[in-house]
């Protein structure tokens, strides 16, 4: 792999450029070993041509440490181009890098022919393995000098890529590698992610064919997420008390309690509405059993029940009171509340859990609760922005919770974090485990398990384009909860409507907790008419077909689509699917034995089955075997084995 890297600051000439390339207006590697024109850039930075020791390959080093008479080290490398470039020559400017310790962001400079200077940061920073930093020429902001007109340089002749450590004057030292230094007229194709471990599958009750590691090929076949269908009913609710001001994100947490027959929501609200509004806050009072806490900001955390999801109540309690009034309103000063019933919990006063962020952003809070209404003083668990929808779950695998939120990192993009505890108490350092480019950020994403994987409902803020403003939601899978696949990246699983001015035209966000009912999947989200902004926002429903999260269909209708599973135990006596399969669709199912021959055959599908026997397997009980699906017009979902 080709690798380029920015980082706290060198400073170098290139004597060898190539231009007028088709793809690439300029780029350089170092991987021939020439050396030339590099210079340290800041500080006590040396930069030398040098062997990358994990990869045994050249690459462009530099070392410098963070003593610095500012409050902070910029350190990286200057490239000297010997023709100007102009900034309408390309769109994207990106390069491979390697650092060996944590820094706070990655910076790029364009300097023109007159000295003046245009800027961007970027991050997060990976740190100890080779990275592509990525950013769009347009996102370039004037930074100092005499400003030319119309904002913009015509000529490039300097390119700075630098990091900014953390701190100034510790005496640390870092080393940088950087390669593929490239600006390009097209986006580069994505790095490859984490790999996901596609070792020998276990057994389990129902095999989702979105899980990658079933596949061993699909030929004319690609995987696209299935088809909701939003309630009639919608919206649900919307906001009605002078409480409820902007319920804008609502960052909603639906719990089916089947124990009680009743359904749960806990939602987000701010109490004073829109800046420079009234503040509503001065309003609210503690009731005799709300914690003993100090305010923190106008958010809220609301609760309302429903008999049959569809009619919801909001109770007034006593929790917290609005102008003496009582309200149905139960954490008072969070942000982005994610709340979940804990059914391995044996301590009964924590059988409700909640993680949430603070305000002023930057630290995330939990609490516990015996029945979700009456909450426990909060206490803090970690660093990080936290506004978002925070959200928690048990992870039986790992015998741990993991917490998902957000960091915000420069030049302000929306990434995913992980943290992981065993207690709920202390918890690890979050981690970024997901992220999309500057124009379409992972704003949130609530996770929960499914069929013995995990899925997420990934909120997509796009701040480009025809969607510019607007927040869509998407699907992601992951095996474990800490590597994540993206599905139909750009497919909206809970579309927007069409129609300006529509409940749920401008921002969708899923909730936290799809129900699953026996004939369905309900997803619960929140809708905006406008924009991401301050607004109002309402509850409303979608529906989904038993695992029709995703599923494969035919890439091209006119032949049928083949995929062919990796072995999986054969542990029941009839093979079942579930699939749907339109007017004149069909479905022919295979099994196979581990080197491909055929050992036993469906009937032929020609309508909509959930779990529906395909074929009688019971003289392969307890083998490892195949299964082999050719389709037209259908989308296949998943498969099992009924015992």
Same mark, same amino acid.
Request: charged share 25%; glycine share 8%; with cysteine.
């Given at each position: 792999?080709?690798?380029?890297?920015?980082?706290?600051?060198?400073?170098?000439?290139?004597?060898?450029? +190539?231009?007028?390339?088709?793809?690439?207006?300029?780029?350089?590697?170092?991987?021939?070993?020439?050396?030339?024109?590099?210079v340290g850039y800041g500080g006590d930075s040396v930069c030398k041509i040098a062997k990358e020791i994990t990869d045994d390959q050249n690459a462009l080093m530099t070392t410098f440490s963070d003593k610095s008479p500012d409050a902070w080290a910029h350190r990286?490398?200057?490239?000297?181009?010997?023709?100007?470039?102009?900034?309408?020559?390309?769109?994207?400017?990106?390069?491979?890098?390697?650092?060996?310790?944590?820094?706070?962001?990655?910076?790029?400079?364009?300097?023109?022919?007159? @000295?003046?200077?245009?800027?961007?940061?970027?991050?997060?920073?990976?740190?100890?393995?080779?990275?592509?930093?990525?950013?769009?020429?347009?996102?370039?902001?004037?930074?100092?000098?005499?400003?030319?007109?119309?904002?913009?340089?015509?000529?490039?002749?300097?390119?700075?890529?630098?990091?900014?450590?953390?701190?100034?004057?510790?005496?640390?030292?870092?080393?940088?590698?950087?390669? @593929?230094?490239?600006?390009?007229?097209?986006?580069?194709?994505?790095?490859?992610?984490?790999?996901?471990?596609?070792?020998?599958?276990?057994?389990?009750?129902?095999?989702?064919?979105?899980?990658?590691?079933?596949?061993?090929?699909?030929?004319?076949?690609?995987?696209?997420?299935?088809?909701?269908?939003?309630?009639?009913?919608?919206?649900?609710?919307?906001?009605?008390?002078?409480?409820?001001?902007?319920?804008?994100?609502?960052?909603?947490?639906?719990?089916?309690?089947?124990?009680?027959?009743?359904?749960?929501?806990?939602?987000?609200?701010?109490?004073?509405?829109?800046?420079?509004?009234?503040?509503?806050?001065?309003?609210?009072?503690?009731?005799?059993?709300?914690?003993?806490?100090?305010?923190?900001?106008?958010?809220?955390?609301?609760?309302?029940?429903?008999?049959?999801?569809?009619?919801?109540?909001?109770?007034?309690?006593?929790?917290?009171?609005?102008?003496?009034?009582?309200?149905?309103?139960?954490?008072?000063?969070?942000?982005?509340?994610?709340?979940?019933?804990?059914?391995?919990?044996?301590?009964?006063?924590?059988?409700?859990?909640?993680?949430?962020?603070?305000?002023?952003?930057?630290?995330?809070?939990?609490?516990?609760?015996?029945?979700?209404?009456?909450?426990?003083?909060?206490?803090?668990?970690?660093?990080?922005?936290?506004?978002?929808?925070?959200?928690?779950?048990?992870?039986?695998?790992?015998?741990?919770?993991?917490?998902?939120?957000?960091?915000?990192?420069?030049?302000?993009?929306?990434?995913?974090?992980?943290?992981?505890?065993?207690?709920?108490? @202390?918890?690890?350092?979050?981690?970024?485990?997901?992220?999309?480019?500057?124009?379409?950020?992972?704003?949130?994403?609530?996770?929960?398990?499914?069929?013995?994987?995990?899925?997420?409902?990934?909120?997509?803020?796009?701040?480009?384009?025809?969607?510019?403003?607007?927040?869509?939601?998407?699907?992601?899978?992951?095996?474990?909860?800490?590597?994540?696949?993206?599905?139909?990246?750009?497919?909206?699983?809970?579309?927007?409507?069409?129609?300006?001015?529509?409940?749920?035209?401008?921002?969708?966000?899923?909730?936290?907790?799809?129900?699953?009912?026996?004939?369905?999947?309900?997803?619960?989200?929140?809708?905006?008419?406008?924009?991401?902004?301050?607004?109002?926002?309402?509850?409303?429903?979608?529906?989904?077909?038993?695992?029709?999260?995703?599923?494969?269909?035919?890439?091209?209708?006119?032949?049928?689509?083949?995929?062919?599973?990796?072995?999986?135990?054969?542990?029941?006596?009839?093979?079942?699917?579930?699939?749907?399969?339109?007017?004149?669709?069909?479905?022919?199912?295979?099994?196979?034995?581990?080197?491909?021959?055929?050992?036993?055959?469906?009937?032929?599908?020609?309508?909509?089955?959930?779990?529906?026997?395909?074929?009688?397997?019971?003289?392969?009980?307890?083998?490892?075997?195949?299964?082999?699906?050719?389709?037209?017009? +259908?989308?296949?979902?998943?498969?099992?084995?009924?015992?």
């Amino acid at each position: 792999m080709n690798k380029i890297f920015f980082v706290v600051s060198l400073c170098v000439a290139l004597p060898c450029q +190539s231009f007028g390339q088709d793809e690439d207006v300029w780029r350089k590697s170092f991987r021939d070993g020439e050396i030339g024109g590099w210079v340290g850039y800041g500080g006590d930075s040396v930069c030398k041509i040098a062997k990358e020791i994990t990869d045994d390959q050249n690459a462009l080093m530099t070392t410098f440490s963070d003593k610095s008479p500012d409050a902070w080290a910029h350190r990286g490398i200057r490239i000297d181009f010997k023709e100007a470039v102009s900034r309408d020559a390309f769109k994207y400017i990106h390069f491979d890098y390697k650092i060996d310790r944590p820094v706070k962001a990655i910076g790029y400079f364009l300097q023109d022919e007159e @000295n003046n200077m245009w800027r961007v940061f970027s991050g997060p920073v990976i740190t100890g393995k080779w990275t592509r930093s990525v950013v769009r020429e347009s996102t370039f902001k004037f930074g100092w000098g005499k400003k030319p007109p119309g904002d913009r340089a015509s000529k490039i002749v300097r390119l700075y890529l630098f990091v900014e450590t953390p701190k100034v004057n510790t005496g640390t030292r870092y080393t940088l590698f950087v390669d @593929n230094v490239t600006l390009s007229k097209n986006a580069p194709p994505e790095q490859p992610g984490e790999p996901i471990d596609a070792g020998p599958i276990a057994a389990r009750e129902r095999y989702l064919l979105l899980d990658s590691r079933l596949i061993d090929s699909a030929e004319n076949a690609r995987l696209t997420v299935g088809t909701v269908r939003k309630h009639p009913a919608n919206p649900l609710f919307g906001q009605e008390h002078p409480w409820e001001q902007t319920m804008h994100h609502m960052y909603a947490n639906v719990v089916f309690d089947r124990k009680e027959r009743l359904y749960k929501v806990w939602y987000f609200t701010t109490i004073s509405g829109p800046p420079k509004q009234e503040d509503w806050g001065r309003h609210i009072t503690a009731g005799p059993r709300a914690p003993k806490e100090k305010r923190q900001g106008n958010f809220a955390t609301l609760y309302a029940v429903s008999s049959d999801g569809i009619s919801w109540e909001k109770p007034a309690l006593n929790v917290y009171r609005f102008k003496g009034e009582k309200t149905n309103i139960v954490v008072w000063g969070t942000h982005g509340t994610g709340v979940f019933k804990d059914s391995i919990e044996t301590d009964p006063k924590r059988r409700y859990k909640r993680i949430a962020g603070r305000h002023p952003h930057g630290n995330l809070d939990a609490a516990f609760s015996a029945d979700g209404i009456h909450w426990d003083k909060r206490f803090p668990i970690a660093k990080a922005r936290g506004d978002t929808h925070n959200n928690a779950l048990w992870v039986a695998e790992l015998k741990k919770y993991v917490a998902f939120t957000r960091a915000y990192p420069p030049p302000g993009i929306r990434t995913v974090l992980r943290m992981v505890s065993e207690d709920f108490v @202390n918890w690890s350092t979050p981690v970024e485990v997901l992220r999309g480019p500057i124009e379409a950020q992972t704003y949130s994403m609530p996770v929960f398990r499914y069929a013995d994987i995990y899925l997420g409902l990934v909120a997509i803020f796009h701040t480009a384009g025809d969607l510019r403003g607007r927040v869509t939601t998407e699907l992601a899978w992951s095996p474990d909860t800490k590597v994540w696949r993206r599905i139909g990246k750009g497919k909206q699983l809970i579309p927007l409507s069409e129609k300006v001015g529509a409940i749920d035209w401008g921002c969708i966000y899923a909730a936290s907790g799809p129900v699953v009912l026996k004939d369905e999947i309900r997803i619960y989200y929140s809708g905006q008419k406008k924009t991401h902004d301050w607004n109002d926002g309402w509850l409303c429903l979608a529906t989904l077909r038993r695992d029709g999260w995703a599923g494969y269909v035919p890439q091209d209708d006119a032949r049928p689509a083949v995929v062919v599973t990796h072995s999986v135990l054969c542990d029941g006596k009839r093979l079942c699917v579930t699939a749907d399969i339109r007017q004149g669709g069909s479905i022919k199912i295979t099994l196979l034995d581990e080197a491909g021959k055929s050992i036993a055959t469906s009937s032929t599908l020609t309508s909509d089955v959930t779990e529906g026997v395909a074929a009688d397997v019971s003289s392969h009980q307890g083998e490892r075997v195949r299964v082999r699906f050719e389709f037209r017009n +259908s989308q296949v979902y998943s498969f099992g084995f009924a015992k």
